[in-house]
């Protein structure tokens, strides 16, 4: 270790409880963003924030209005609450590096099965445990990166790049209005930016840390099969009308089958090919069909093998069939012939699956299907919505860095992990700054982001803002970008 | 034509203006089942009746209360509308009718279409038309038997039969309590009942007058598949969890074909093999596939036809697939993978289908689906409710009869008719009584029933009502019961 990250390191570790209040104080605002009621509560702790950052030196703080939230709403008028973009340091001869988080977070009563009141800080330094609404989603990463600061002034280190900070207060809600000021500012506050960090997921499991370099897309798709001008009455019509959720169950039982094999021609061959070195990533991994079944209550995994299981969450497409709109959906019994009703199903993609040529392939293979059946009713597919994946080359400059900086704090290479669901925020950082993006993830698998009692370990959010330093420090010398 | 029913034929025609003033009185009350806060009106409309009853010279006359009407509902202790028994005669010596009616009627305003106000008759004497709610269903029918003893008695003829009413106030409303009702007096008021005239359905088209001597039953089935202790994100368990939807479409999927072709083994075997006599019925009914086509406002027929048609509306059983519950069922794209689905279909049944094998085969059928599926997923198909067919002989005493006073009043022989849906009264009339039911309708199908602007021919009110007359006398006369 280079003595200026022993000294970082050891302010790390000194300033603890420096770091202790500071979390404190940010935990106990209820930033909910879905909670219209409280929106004046996520305005405090973008404030909180700002001042957090201005006392540790960042310079060039932004709170950028984001006007009034869209519809679907009940509060007239009601503000978004603000993106924070500050800075710390702006030399030339540096690296620049982006950092996101966000400050608000998931609804939380002591009602719903808290041990102890969500929105005050309970650390157990015995059992190494902080717990509040918010400690591992995403207010502990964020405040990470201001600590982080600290720490290296503190120890009279040099900081090793140029920090930009974006952080916004409505990533519980959707994001709203987040890929707009991105791309507006992409030559803008964000010009010369040369890489971009996230700290927003989560280990896979609990013992072992991860990088994250990819993330599946999803395009969305609805079968609509119409016949009849209403909805029948079964008794009359049963039997003697082409009924259209008959034929629909054909074409959505045609899509995959149970063994989760996608049946449409054409979506293999455009799946990028398994390489040497990317299979390599999967063996150590630590994770295992027990994981799977213990989060899902159930013994329904398709695959026993650990790497099956991962490389069909992350590297193979997916196709779920959600459901029908127009068909009779409640309790009980009812004796209708739906007249026009919609398949919803979705696909999720992976590099390299073309958004347009997929939707083209769905569209051949109903389209046919339909035509199979001979059915007096019209059918067609259409795309709901479709969002790209993501995948980043895990041994590029950035990951190598932090790969070296999770080393170094933990003792073991981390795990190289993709994730199955979608983040859109992180395609638009890349796209629009024209960066590679790293997801550095700081808390464990089962710290119940979004549930109850969310917590973050102790030795994971030292151990988190210590790979933080490395990671800037390795990645400030690294000879590329 | 006996001398005796020339008379009642003459009586009948010169009472007419009696008869429009009766009928317009019982329309002005708006009868409506449904609407909780117009119950007071179904009461106003079964004194009304109960006078009628009174001054034609019916006796023994019991408003029967039915209790307090059960959940759901929403005005506490609201109480059922009463069931109006009377008789007319009581001659041990001749035959007992039974005659089934109901007073309550659909919604109905003029906001939705009428071209006048619903609850005042409109009688057009030129076009031969009276509109109204409740005139053809079953207001009208229901006046016609008391004025048919009206036309007897203006007549100096005896009445040919003892008849007996059973009036009910919430057909439109599920016939609450009724089956308790009946079954109770089968011994009681109904004793020594020898045949139940229900006149509530409608002519198949508009030209030809029918008899119906056939519905099919229904048994409602749900596949219940789950896996998951709760609904997964799709992104994240996509494609490694096997998913309960995609299971139940394929045990949807194989139960019927687009064709409307019933896949389940067993079933064909157990439908009543079509005899010469039986269909030698079809060949004459007034119908056609542009008829079909005109009720479905979309040209989906499976067959051609006219005979095919019939069959598989009448005499064959048919599989409809409701729908899915648990499923994502709103507009829009949600991408869960439901844990717990439930597919619900049912199948219209027919003699000599027995319920009970039927459901065994049914579920036989799901297992092995399922089961050829290799899914780690649980899956169970249970009834959830069934109701019988009825069938009458339409060559008995009572059709017979029935078939002569058609063919006196109109010039032709009827159509023998079935329906594809279930009147479960008929079944329970059928057995309790331990008689034979008919079904002689009086409307024709372009009535309008439950819809705007509902009608009736004042031909078919004048020639129901001659019809009613001359099947009760010849059903008199008739040998058998």
Redesign the interface.
Known sequence: MSHSLTSVFQKIDSLKPQFFSRLTKAIQIPAVSSDESLRSKVFDKAKFISEQLSQSGFHDIKMVDLGIQPPPISTPNLSLPPVILSRFGSDPSKKTVLVYGHYDVQPAQLEDGWDTEPFKLAIDEAKGIMKGRGVTDDTGPLLSWINVVDAFKASGQEFPVNLVTCFEGMEESGSLKLDELIKKEANGYFKGVDAVCISDNYWLGTKKPVLTYGL?G?N?Y?TIIE????D????????????P???L??V??SL?????KILIDGIDEMVAPLTEKEKALYKDIEFSVEE?NA?????????DKKED?LM??WR??????????G????????????AKVFG?F?I?TVPDMDSEKLTSLVQKHCDAKFKS?????KCRTEL??DGAYWVSDPFNAQFTAAKKATKLVYGVDPDFTR????IPITLTFQDALNTSVLLLPMGRGDDGAHSINEKLDISNFVGGMKTMAAYLQYYSESPEN
């Open positions: 599946r999803c969305y609805q016949g009849p001008t209403a029948l009455h079964s008794g009359i019509f049963g039997g003697v009308v082409a009924e959720m008959i034929d169950m054909q959505l039982g995959v089958d149970s063994k989760g799977l989060a899902t209550g159930s013994k329904t995994s398709l695959y299981i069909h969450r193979y497409p997916s196709l779920s069939i959600h459901g029908v709109e068909a009779f959906s409640a309790q009980g019994a009812k004796t209708v012939i739906p919803k979705s999720r059946l001979n059915s007096p009713n709901i919505h994730e199955g669901g979608s």
